[in-house]
């Protein structure tokens, strides 16, 4: 990539191309962002933001392969980043393979549940396999009752480690690609069919098809043209599979005749499944942006619309209506409601407990949780997620699980119990392989034992917990827990500390006296490690927020470009017609220009014919009258 002397390598820093590349994908600059991704990558080869984001360029333009290759990539040291997930089953997605994107879809759903976009995913993959339904081949799917074809796919798919080269050692050539022979010639209910699902392509694979025929492929360059023509052509019979599978052509047909049925006024001409993602999209947009009333008004809009719905038009109408109360009571947690907040997240709840909604009813007993913590209520809400504890799925949910229902403990003062919670927080967050979780976990487990007076065991968790921020690169939670060891240290020389917890009782008592007073040891400090959690939090949010504007953005800049591209054509139009117009006009003027000079001409002539003609009868006359007198 660079010239002179390879040794020299990237002149810049990598945050300096990361931002660079940032940029130029904003303004859709794909191929030059890649090269900036790529030249950042060479500095930090394991950088699994900077894969995803250069994963979103291949996807961009349209380049699958590589798509999918960085995405696994950015999952190689860490199965549950949540943004390679989404990322891996955008790219499976779109290569075709709708069952391992569902797979995906589903495993980032389970890691955060709170994200839209995992749910988005599942709904549209899902709808993409019953249309591609009656193609055997394509379902892989067993019925073995094991997940073991799954764990095979994954592991072909894994990208070989090694350093150098793109990205991290990978090759940029593919593995050969089978060649096919194409049917030139295809009947016409077959050639109907592929025409409507190209749409304006069409014109390009007939003129490809006529290439081809035309071509002799014995010569070398005819055999270099018929390759390019094969490759072409190839490409565009996997598009025309791949939208017959997104929507074939009985579901058109299908649209067309529902059409009549649709609630226009409420949804714009679109299909009530359309609609509902659609709606979905702006709701969890507003959340994000902190709009909250908006995204009030929305789902409530939203809601009296799917209401009218049948269940042929939305098959899973009830799971739609749970969300939507789900997204209400998220709405009017964050504006302080909580008493509707509750209300409509038991609604959510009891409508999955009723039709037997896995999904609906551990939301429903997370954010019933959530609101009942917020508003101080910390025993209802330790009952509702110790309800919720048996349907968790996976170490990452039961960790954050066992977090928050310690944290209830802290806060009702009953901090063995707050301990045990944050220990098996801890338990689980290391099955996990989730460093920031194990400090979340450590955090609280030293936050109990300080208020236990156990200052030698809460000294010993917060060095733990050094370790983890130090190892994760925190260095704003690693400012607060030194000040947080310190104050504990502070304590333990002035004989506070319980040791190993076999003190006498007066001097547990006087320890309790004494952290009652100061309200606690470093009361301040775990208040700067929590913020920070909650901070690490809000900026995973604000960078989801981010991506969702950028792609708003980029919507609205591509709505833009169509819309003067349309008014330049309009314009062009107007303007060609205007021209013709007065081109018309200006013949029309000229004809009759030459059509009155020429009636002029000839009306001098006849004057001049007339003229001559009198003045030869009076001349004639004249003579006549002379001959006349002569003969007189």
């Known amino acids: 990539m660079y010239d002179g002397d390879e040794s020299e390598g990237p002149k810049g820093t990598f945050e300096i191309y990361k931002a660079e590349a940032d940029t130029l994908y904003k303004q859709g600059e794909y191929r030059k962002s890649i090269e900036s991704y790529t030249t950042a990558l060479e500095l930090q080869p394991n950088e699994k933001n900077t894969l995803v984001a250069r994963s979103k360029c291949h996807l961009q333009l349209g380049d699958t392969s590589n798509a999918l290759i960085d995405a696994e990539a950015s999952l190689a040291d860490d199965k549950t980043f949540h943004k390679g997930v989404y990322q891996k089953a955008q790219a499976l997605y779109y290569q075709g393979d709708f069952e391992m994107a569902l797979v995906f879809y589903h495993r980032g759903h389970k890691l955060r549940p709170e994200l839209q976009e995992f749910r988005l995913g599942i709904q549209k993959a899902q709808e993409a396999i019953d249309n591609s339904v009656g193609s055997p081949d394509k379902v892989q799917l067993t019925t073995e009752g094991d997940l073991s074809f799954f764990q095979k796919h994954d592991e072909k798919r894994l990208p070989k480690r090694g350093g150098g ?325 502070a304590k333990i020389a002035k004989g506070g500390s319980r040791g190993s917890g076999k003190s006498a009782d007066g001097e547990m008592k006087k320890t309790e006296t004494k952290t009652d007073q100061d309200g606690d040891v470093n009361g301040s400090s775990l208040e700067r490690v929590d913020t920070k959690m909650e901070e690490t939090k809000k900026e995973e949010e604000a960078e989801e927020r981010e991506r969702k504007e950028q792609e708003r953005k980029e919507e609205e800049r591509k709505a833009q470009e169509r819309k003067e591209e349309e008014d330049r054509k309009e314009k062009e139009r107007i303007e060609k017609e205007r021209l013709e117009k007065e081109r018309k006009e200006k013949e029309r003027l000229e004809k009759e220009r030459i059509e009155r000079e020429k009636q002029e001409e000839e009306e001098e002539r006849k004057e001049k014919e007339r003229k001559e003609k009198e003045e030869k009868e009076e001349q004639k006359n004249k003579t006549d009258e002379e001959d006349k007198e002569e003969e007189d």
């Open 165 to 489: 080269g793109y990205g991290m050692g990978r090759s940029l050539t593919h593995a050969p690609v089978r060649k096919r022979k194409f049917d030139l010639n295809r009947s016409p209910g077959n050639e109907k069919t592929i025409k409507q699902l190209l749409g304006e392509l069409y014109g390009d694979r007939q003129y490809l098809e006529r290439l081809l025929k035309e071509t002799d492929p014995k010569t070398n360059m005819g055999k270099t043209i018929s390759n390019l023509v094969e490759e072409g052509l190839m490409y565009l019979d996997t598009r025309t599979d791949f939208w017959r599978q997104q929507k074939p052509m009985y579901a058109r047909r299908h649209e067309k005749i529902m059409q009549k049925h649709r609630f226009e006024s409420n949804t714009g001409k679109l299909s009530p499944n359309d609609y509902i993602i659609r709606e979905l999209e702006r709701i969890d947009q507003a959340q994000i942006e902190g709009k909250y009333q908006e995204s009030l008004k929305k789902a409530q809009r939203c809601l009296s619309t799917v209401e009218n719905f049948t269940e042929d038009q939305v098959p899973n109408k009830l799971e739609v209506i749970a969300n939507l109360h789900s997204c209400i009571g998220n709405a009017y947690l964050e504006m302080g409601q909580f008493d509707k907040a509750l209300e409509h997240h038991q609604i959510d709840y009891n409508m999955g407990d009723a039709h037997d909604l896995e999904e609906a009813k551990s939301r429903g007993l997370d954010n019933l949780g959530r609101v009942n913590a917020r508003h101080g209520h910390y025993q209802k809400a330790i009952d509702v997620w110790e309800q919720k504890l048996p349907m968790s799925k996976s170490a990452l949910e039961s960790t954050w699980l066992y977090h928050e229902i310690g944290r209830c403990y802290l806060e009702l003062n009953k901090f063995e119990k707050a301990r045990s919670y944050g220990e098996k927080s801890l338990t689980a967050a290391e099955e996990a392989e989730d460093p920031m979780w194990q400090l979340q976990a450590t955090v609280l487990i030293a936050q109990s034992e300080v208020k236990l007076g156990d200052l030698s065991g809460a000294l010993a968790t917060f060095e733990t917990s050094l370790d983890l921020a130090r190892t994760q690169g925190d260095t704003s939670a690693e400012t607060a827990i030194k000040k947080a060891i310190e104050e504990v240290n």
